[in-house]
């Protein structure tokens, strides 16, 4: 039975932008801009909205990513000052419906879309460069309040105003704020995941290893990937103190090896020592 429990109170977009941080020119598209009339969504976007780096950001699971004024006013608590729209690089601002609670898999009416809740935002050092406060990373984890990714199901259009009607809820009872909760200090819960089909499942790492790990560990994956590509670039950008605020159990995934960063100035030669100095003595 549908249900409306929310509205949209601001569509937001923005596209990448190149920006000196650190001594290095990187891209981010977590500067939003609110939009005026209706904005269509389609594919893996809203129109006017992009991500500078898709290996971590975007894609079919995380097409649109929704927040709520309440979290909102609640960060303006905690910090001391006012947010302006779109603080958090959200592309809907919604109000009345607990986007935080909302199941994976749960489903939306927005406008004329049809949207799914796919998974949570595990934030990296963009969060940290847009609150002009890397530590901030560790604390929006910290906080479970991570707002929810959507996929389009069946594309139209969106707008401020328009009602958030909840159309299909499944019967699992896996928020994604337990998703959050479970990666970042609950490793133990893993296999809460196994009964969620609309949990991304694995995604580069989880290919290769698809036979060697558990496939409560597999779903995690995707999640990991994204923080991997997030930690990587900041290792990359010398931005010190941002390493992920989510401790890895000791779970086999935790225990293989890593690969080293990649980005400007990294080679395969810098990752591997020993190999660059075989090939300079031949």
Request: glycine fraction near 10%; charged fraction near 30%.
């Amino acid at each position: 039975m549908a249900s409306t429990e929310g509205r949209v109170l601001s569509v937001n977009v923005g596209r990448p932008r190149t920006f000196e941080f650190n001594g290095r020119q990187v891209r981010s598209a977590i500067w939003k801009s609110p939009v005026v009339g209706r904005v269509a969504a389609r594919g893996v976007n809203l129109e006017g909205d992009d991500q500078a780096d898709r290996k971590a950001h975007g894609g079919v699971d995380k097409a649109i990513y929704a927040y709520a004024i309440e979290d909102v006013q609640w960060w303006e608590s905690e910090l001391g000052r006012s947010l302006p729209v779109a603080q958090f690089g959200e592309n809907l601002t919604t109000e009345g419906i607990d986007v935080n609670g909302a199941l994976v898999g749960e489903r939306w009416e927005v406008g004329t879309t049809l949207l799914e809740v796919s998974e949570p935002r595990v934030p990296c050092w963009r969060l940290g460069v847009r609150m002009d406060d890397m530590g901030f990373v560790r604390r929006f984890t910290e906080a479970l309040r991570p707002g929810a990714y959507l996929r389009i199901l069946s594309e139209g259009s969106v707008a401020a105003g328009d009602e958030i009607r909840v159309v299909e809820r499944p019967d699992q009872g896996l928020s994604v704020r337990d998703v959050l909760r479970i990666y970042s200090r609950d490793r133990q819960e893993a296999g809460r995941l196994l009964a969620v089909p609309g949990c991304p499942r694995a995604g580069r790492h989880g290919r290769r290893r698809c036979c060697e790990e558990p496939e409560a560990v597999q779903r995690l994956l995707p999640i990991l990937d994204a923080v991997s590509q997030c930690r990587e670039a900041a290792d990359v950008l010398g931005i010190s103190g941002t390493r992920s605020p989510l401790r890895r159990s000791s779970d086999r995934a935790s225990r293989r090896r890593r690969p080293g960063p990649i980005g400007p100035g990294t080679c395969p030669a810098a990752r591997h020592p020993r190999r660059g100095a075989a090939r300079r003595r031949s």
